[in-house]
């Protein structure tokens, strides 16, 4: 398995917030859909996400309840608050300007 | 809303730390679990599966802690965690928290209580707008010893209309002429009552800016009329009297019974409005007499001045005294204040006081010197459980050095200490308070008017601030000197040296001193106290002038509307008479002013064939006494030279009075006072002219102004020979039986005559000499517990470092007592160590004492502050108590088992 590329610092929340905005989902699934999803590419440690997603919720982003999963065990699923949608509307647009002037900067320099 | 979302969150993780740290397992779990199962899936063998999935995710632990932390909440968690932790480790040693606890409780609640006091009574600002501005006016004239007396009524309207430097200047008055008492009868429904009055101007209620909270003030008009033969018949009621004798029932408007004579009520005050700590219920518009109101000699108006923005307290003095210099000359007057320098004994000078001093008068100093007795009781609290904490520190070295190896920093261990120490402050904070409020509540029950403005006495917002300051700083003590010196260097040591463990010579030093500083200070306070407890007993001793055994006096007061002065003389004698026929009643007497606390009178006399040092043909003397019925054969006054007033005086026509012996010395020096004679003004008592009395006797003094003052000069006047009474008299009664036997009968017997008089202030003498040294007593008594308990704490204090000592030193006692040391030695060695650390906390004790009591020397009475009976006392107490207190630890030491110690080692 290639060494993940490390997450640039903020990203992981804009990941995690982005990953949960469709429908709950359990730390496991959060984490095997970021991987999914970029093919591989990135590798969300177990070690960053679950203080990253404990940290959200007590910003109030997403909240957490206990549902079964799949496999028939309780599992903890974190869903998007209303602030969390806030939030992530305004990362995502900071992202897409940030991703935006480095191409720029790629592309032109 | 997210603010609030988020307190949830953190609350939730701080209170169900449980519930949080298992949903944390139980996501782990979950994870771990999805792991294996991947790792199952793609061909692994179960265990495999299992060990691989362990080496993916890592130290489990370290992931959790990181999720803690993201809930932000680790210093709070370590705060419950170090109070849990206190509370089971105090809670192992109840002894210790006990101690701990109770004494700083009375160390903290003494101090609460007595601030409480200091800063209601001294602190805080008087209850008007901007009270810095108030002063009160006193006219001075030390020549003839007469200080902060009150102005007359011309000084009072001149100094109103020509000053430049007041905003308002108002006058009031609680009597006005020689018998009234600031008292008055008033009637609500059915029931007579005696309540406190006050006679105000308009202008006095302008100067303290207050407002009655229904109707109206009296206006100029109604205050500044001293015509006709009585004041106007309206008045103010208080709001509380308003509320308790009339029900809150609107009354405005309407006619209230006061002394006699149906007054319109124009207002009523808003609650708790007062002045001069008057305790006021009825305020009343200021009339004087018109012949008062002329008399540039009769000082009864007291008076209020508000200054003006911007001017100086020290300005208005100024301009004060430079217009004093000229004031004759201005108004046109003579015998008013100096116009020539030097003072001539009858002028005198204005001063001006700040209004809140001269509320609380001479009251400054006995509180000062409470509360610095009550922060030494602290000082000792502090000393004795630091000491108690270097010993408990001592014992749980090896406890807090092994935390320190396994890695807690100073600054935890410090944080631990300091939360011990803020869990016992606090509860013996809380104690404190608690203690400090009934402490203060039982006091205002128990000396209701010892010290002024305790009426509004509450703990309040400053009161509990300081009560927090010294809480606080209690804790911190304690976690600072628990951890003393201890070095993370001296690990090594201190493990091996185990439970032993010797603390140290700075301990050792620091102990004895605390122990030193604990005698020091008991040393002072027992001292003061000594000082004042023989004040008291001084006091009690004084011969008063009169045989107080077996003496019951009341007062009562007849309405001057309707009754004149012949009716209210035969009622007086009727009162009198019955009285006297009530079995068990061997005498009775009345008279105006009740010794030995009874305001001066300071009328002006003419006498005859005299002529003062100063040239006037006149004396001031200081009381006149207006009696009836056998006074002096009643009251046990002794006849020095003539004879008492008899039965045969009241028919005849020439009058006679009595004086007493400095009277007569003053007056007529060498020469016999017999058959002089003197004019005094019928106008004082109720006669219609000033006739000539010739004097038949002379009697001791009677002390009349506070039993500790000298006696001034005393006029006795019969008013059986004139048939005249003022409104006011006290009735005496020299009886086998206690007041509570009499009150039915004396009740009875006073309203047969009037049904409309309550009888008042029916005590022993007894009370009411008490109640004249109720201030010294009062102050004796909380010094004399303070005193105590420092006695108490410093012998504890000795006790604890000798047990100590004893406890450390068992190994050498014993090979000692091994090798054949008498066990008199060892007792006698002992004790010797104690006696060493209490000589130098005496030693230490009576510099101090001799520095302070200096403080103290002006309220003392009879006794000089270097009393060598008192320190000879307390220095035998301390050494008797320091005895006690070496001896047990001693003895302990001197029965030690060598067999028993050197085995245990």
Redesign the interface.
């Known amino acids: 398995m290639a060494k993940p590329t490390d997450l640039i610092q903020g990203t992981l929340d804009l990941l995690i917030l982005k990953t949960i905005s469709l429908e709950p989902k359990?730390?496991?699934a959060i984490a095997k859909r970021i991987q999914q999803v970029s093919r591989e590419a990135l590798q969300v440690q177990?070690?960053s996400l679950?203080?990253?997603l404990?940290?959200l919720?007590?910003?109030?982003w997403i909240k957490a309840a206990?549902h079964l999963?799949e496999?028939g065990?309780?599992?903890?699923f974190y869903s998007l608050t209303s602030?969390g949608r806030k939030q992530l509307d305004k990362e995502l647009a900071s992202w897409t300007r940030l991703s935006a002037a480095i191409n720029l900067v790629i592309r032109e320099a | 809303m997210r603010a609030l979302d988020k307190a949830r969150l953190r609350l939730r993780s701080l209170l169900r730390r449980r519930e949080v740290e298992s949903e944390l397992e139980a996501e782990f779990r979950f994870h771990l679990e999805q792991l294996v199962e991947e790792h199952i899936a793609s061909g692994m063998a179960p265990d495999e599966a299992h060990r691989s999935a362990l080496r993916t995710v890592g130290g489990i632990s370290q992931f959790q802690e990181e999720c803690r932390d993201m809930r932000r909440v680790n210093f709070l968690e370590d705060l419950v965690q170090d109070v849990r932790y206190t509370i089971r480790s105090l809670a192992k040693s109840p002894g210790f928290t006990g101690v701990v606890a109770v004494t700083l409780a009375l160390g903290i609640g003494a101090n609460i209580a007595i601030f409480t006091i200091l800063h209601g009574v001294l602190l805080r600002p008087l209850e008007y707008p901007k009270p810095d501005q108030l002063m009160y006016l006193t006219a001075e004239s030390p020549a003839i010893g007469g200080t902060r007396n009150a102005l007359s009524a011309p000084e009072y309207t001149e100094f109103r209309q020509m000053n430049q430097s007041f905003a308002a200047v108002g006058a009031y008055s609680t009597g006005g002429a020689a018998y009234t008492t600031g008292e008055v009868n008033v009637t609500a429904g059915d029931r007579p009552l005696r309540v406190r009055s006050i006679s105000v101007d308009a202008h006095l209620l302008k100067a303290l800016s207050i407002q009655p909270e229904q109707g109206r003030f009296f206006n100029d008009e109604e205050t500044a009329r001293w015509t006709g033969t009585l004041p106007p018949p309206i008045a103010i009621l208080s709001h509380e009297l308003w509320r308790t004798a009339f029900g809150r029932r609107p009354l405005v408007g309407q006619k209230v019974e006061i002394e006699g004579r149906p007054h319109e009520i124009v207002g009523i005050m808003p609650p708790g409005a007062d002045v001069m700590d008057n305790h006021t219920e009825v305020w009343l518009p200021l009339w004087l007499h018109s012949n008062t109101a002329l008399q540039r000699g009769a000082h009864v108006l007291h008076v209020i001045a508000r200054l003006k923005d911007g001017v100086t307290f020290e300005a208005a003095q100024t301009e004060l005294s430079a217009f004093v210099e000229d004031w004759g000359e201005r108004v046109g007057t003579k015998g008013h204040v100096p116009t020539n320098r030097p003072l001539r004994a009858v002028d005198h000078t204005l001063q001006l006081r700040a209004l809140k001093d001269a509320i609380v008068g001479n009251a400054s100093r006995p509180i000062w010197v409470l509360q610095a007795a009550a922060g030494f009781v602290l000082l000792i609290v502090c000393a004795n459980l630091a000491n108690l904490v270097i010993a408990r520190a001592g014992s749980r070295r090896r406890e807090f050095v092994l935390r320190a190896a396994l890695g807690a920093s100073r600054g935890r261990l410090l944080r631990q200490s300091v939360t011990e120490g803020a869990v016992m402050s606090g509860a013996g904070g809380i104690l404190g308070l608690w203690l400090a409020s009934a402490g203060v509540r039982a006091l205002i029950r128990a000396y209701p008017a010892s010290v002024p403005r305790t009426s509004e006495l509450t703990i309040d917002l400053p009161v509990l601030l300081v009560a927090l300051g010294l809480s606080t700083g209690a804790a911190l003590l304690f976690g600072f000197v628990s951890l003393g010196r201890r070095r993370t260097s001296s690990m090594v040591t201190a493990l091996k040296e185990g439970t032993r463990g010797a603390s140290g010579a700075w301990h050792h030093y620091a102990r004895r001193g605390l122990v030193i500083a604990q005698v020091a200070f008991a040393v002072m306070l027992v001292i003061g106290a000594g000082l004042l407890v023989q004040t008291v007993y001084n006091l009690t001793r004084i011969d008063a002038g009169f045989d107080r055994s077996r003496l019951v006096t009341f007062s009562m007061t007849l309405p001057m509307a309707n009754s004149d002065p012949d009716t209210r003389a035969q009622a007086y004698q009727r009162v009198l008479d019955r009285l006297r026929s009530v079995p068990g009643v061997l005498g009775t007497a009345a008279m105006s002013g009740l010794p030995p606390n009874r305001t001066p009178d300071a009328i002006a006399t003419p006498i005859e064939n005299y002529v003062s040092d100063d040239g006037r043909p006149f004396e001031i003397i200081d009381y006149y006494q207006f009696v009836m019925g056998d006074y002096f054969g009643t009251m046990g006054i002794p006849i020095v030279a003539g004879r008492g007033f008899e039965r045969t005086d009241n028919a005849s026509q020439g009058k006679v009075a009595v004086v007493n012996e400095t009277l007569a010395k003053r007056i007529w020096k060498e020469q016999n006072p017999i058959g002089q004679r003197l004019r005094p003004p019928g106008g004082s008592f109720g006669a219609s002219d000033d006739v000539l009395h010739t004097v038949i006797g002379v009697v001791k003094d009677v002390r009349q102004r506070g039993v500790e003052r000298p006696a001034g000069t005393e006029l006795y006047v019969s008013l059986d020979q004139h048939s005249v009474s003022p409104p006011s008299m006290n009735v005496v009664m020299r009886t086998t039986l206690p007041p509570a036997a009499l009150s039915g009968t004396i009740e009875r017997v006073v309203w047969e005559v009037d049904a409309a008089v309550p009888v008042v202030r029916l005590r022993d003498m007894d009370s009411v000499f008490a109640e004249s040294i109720r201030r010294p007593r009062l102050l004796a008594q909380l010094l004399g517990a303070f005193a105590g308990l420092a006695l108490l704490l410093a012998a504890i204090g000795t006790y604890g470092v000798l047990s100590y000592m004893v406890t450390e030193r068992r190994r050498e006692i014993g090979i000692r007592v091994a090798l054949g040391a008498a066990r008199s030695h060892v007792l006698t060695q002992i004790m010797k160590q104690g006696i060493q650390v209490t000589a130098m906390g005496v030693t230490i004790g009576l510099a101090g004492a001799f520095a302070v009591n200096r403080l103290i020397a002006s309220l003392l009475f009879g006794v000089q502050p270097t009393d060598t009976v008192t320190i000879a006392f307390v220095i035998a107490t301390i050494t008797a108590v320091a005895v006690v207190a070496s001896w047990l630890p001693a003895w302990r030491a001197s029965r030690l088992d060598p067999n028993v110690v050197l085995r245990d080692e």
Do not use: D, S
């Open positions: 359990h730390g496991w177990q070690g679950y203080p990253a404990h940290r919720e007590q910003q109030g206990w999963a496999t065990r309780m599992a903890k602030a």
